[in-house]
C-alpha cells in the first residue's frame, strides 16, 4: 500500500458518548427555529408597513425591500412548517444528544459570562478569564502556560487597540486603577 493511501486515526479521549440519550429530534427543532423565524418575519412585515412599503413620487418607500424580504422569510418558513408536518409519520433524527449539548454549554456558558463580566470588568480582564479558563479547564493545559497565555494575549490586544490604534474599548475596574 502506498504512502499516500495511509489513514492516521486520531481518538478523540473526551469525545461524547455514542449511546448518549437524544436530547431532541431535528424536527422540533425545525419546528421551533421555523417558528421564531415566522415570528421574526411578521414583526419585520408589520414595522415596515407602518414605516411604509409602498411607492411614491421618487420611488419605493423606506420599508418597500424589508418588507418584501420579510414576506419571503415568512413564506419560507410556512413551507418547511408544512413539510414537518406532512412528515410526521416518518422518523426523525437525532438533533444533539446529551453528551453532545453538554459540550456545547462548555462553551455557550462561559463565553455568555464573558458578555456580562466585560461589562463590570473590562474587555481585557473578562477576555483574560476566559482565555485562562477555557485552556485550563475545556483545554486540560497546564495553569501555568494558561495564565501566561492569557495574560500575553490581553497585553497584545491591550497595546493593539489602546496603544496603536487608540480604539475605545470597554475597561473595567484594573484599567482606571492603572490610569487608563
Known amino acids: ?28 427543532v425545525d419546528v421551533a427555529v421555523s417558528f421564531l423565524l415566522l415570528a421574526f ?10 414605516t411604509g412599503m409602498g411607492w ?8 418597500y425591500f424589508p418588507f418584501y424580504l420579510s414576506v419571503i422569510l415568512a413564506t419560507a418558513c410556512l413551507w418547511g412548517l408544512a413539510s414537518e408536518f406532512l412528515a410526521r409519520g416518518k422518523t ?17 456558558v462561559p463565553t455568555l459570562l464573558f458578555c456580562l463580566l466585560m ?7 473578562a477576555s483574560f478569564l476566559l482565555i485562562a479558563g ?7 493545559i497546564a495553569v501555568w502556560k494558561s495564565l501566561l497565555t492569557a495574560f500575553l494575549f490581553s497585553l497584545i490586544m ?17 484599567e482606571a486603577l492603572l490610569g487608563f
Open 92 to 108: 426523525s433524527g437525532t438533533f444533539v444528544t446529551r453528551a453532545q449539548f453538554r459540550r456545547v454549554l462548555q462553551v455557550f
Open 1 to 28: 500500500m502506498p504512502k499516500s493511501e495511509v489513514e492516521i486515526i486520531v481518538e478523540d479521549p473526551a469525545a461524547p458518548e455514542s449511546d448518549s440519550p437524544a436530547v431532541t429530534t431535528t424536527r422540533v
Open 134 to 140: 477555557f485552556m485550563a479547564y475545556i483545554g486540560r
Open 119 to 125: 461589562q463590570w470588568l473590562g474587555l481585557y480582564v
Open 41 to 50: 418575519a411578521a414583526l419585520m412585515a408589520y414595522d415596515n408597513w407602518r
Open 56 to 63: 411614491d413620487a421618487t420611488g419605493p418607500q423606506a420599508g
Open 158 to 174: 491591550f497595546v493593539t487597540f489602546q496603544v496603536a490604534f487608540d480604539v475605545i474599548m470597554p475597561k473595567g475596574p484594573l
